[in-house]
């Protein structure tokens, strides 16, 4: 994936009630077009979209096993989403790698109270939209293909994006039947053979030839568009 554009995000709702957005790496420097559709289906539930950087999660730097720079990371991100988690307001999270890392790794990293509070305040995209309700959408008679992310379905989460698109009328939804789509971040780049081989078991037969696929991962997206010439859309986007 190549850097585009930073993510200038604008918000147009003053009033509703609040939910902060965090503004992850990804969708800053790489997919600000995810972003900006966040916002619009948050806005359409009635929600007051807050923007929160937290700059990086840690979670690249943890999954190379720099543990120590990890910490660092996820206190810097403590420092800019307590406040948040403090004042009961959900912290919105759209790539599913960085969720797993506030609400699953953070409060095993560091000895900080405030890692529990912001686990306990950060939701998926998916799910933020399921608790308070989709706005009315207009049909699409289509046919989705989904993939889970493996963090989302490893703490039980996995069925939320299938679940939020079966709720759009006239969409048809199709799991895609796979584990992991073998990207897994840094992992495709460095074991491009294996990688690719994971994906062709099941991802890539089950997508290839789809009108649309989703997936919330970042990884996911850009492993179905490469290996199976397919555009895969963040649910956001859908």
Not at 61 to 86: K, W
Not at 102 to 113: C, G, Q
Request: charged letters at 20%.
């Amino acid at each position: 994936p190549r850097p585009g554009r930073e993510w200038r995000p604008a918000t147009s709702r003053t009033d509703g009630d609040p939910v902060a957005l965090m503004l992850d790496t990804f969708t800053r420097f790489l997919h600000p077009e995810i972003g900006d559709a966040a916002v619009r289906v948050l806005e359409a539930t009635g929600a007051r979209v807050e923007l929160v950087d937290p700059g990086c999660c840690g979670r690249p730097l943890l999954s190379q096993g720099l543990v120590a720079q990890a910490r660092r990371r996820v206190q810097g991100a403590l420092d800019a989403l307590a406040p948040f988690a403090a004042r009961g307001t959900p912290i919105v999270v759209l790539e599913p790698s960085c969720w797993s890392m506030l609400t699953d790794d953070a409060p095993t990293l560091v000895d900080d109270d405030r890692a529990a509070a912001v686990a306990d305040a950060c939701v998926t995209f998916e799910r933020a939209v399921l608790d308070r309700g989709l706005p009315q959408l207009r049909p699409l008679r289509e046919r989705v293909t989904v993939h889970a992310h493996c963090h989302t379905r490893a703490l039980g989460a996995g069925a939320d994006t299938a679940e939020l698109l079966r709720r759009v009328p006239g969409l048809e939804v199709a799991d895609s039947g796979a584990g992991c789509c073998g990207m897994a971040g840094a992992f495709g780049y460095q074991h491009p053979d294996l990688s690719r081989a994971i994906a062709s078991q099941r991802l890539v037969p089950a997508v290839r030839g789809a009108n649309l696929a989703a997936a919330a991962g970042t990884s996911c997206r850009h492993q179905i568009r490469e290996l199976a010439g397919v555009d895969a859309l963040h649910p956001a986007q859908l």
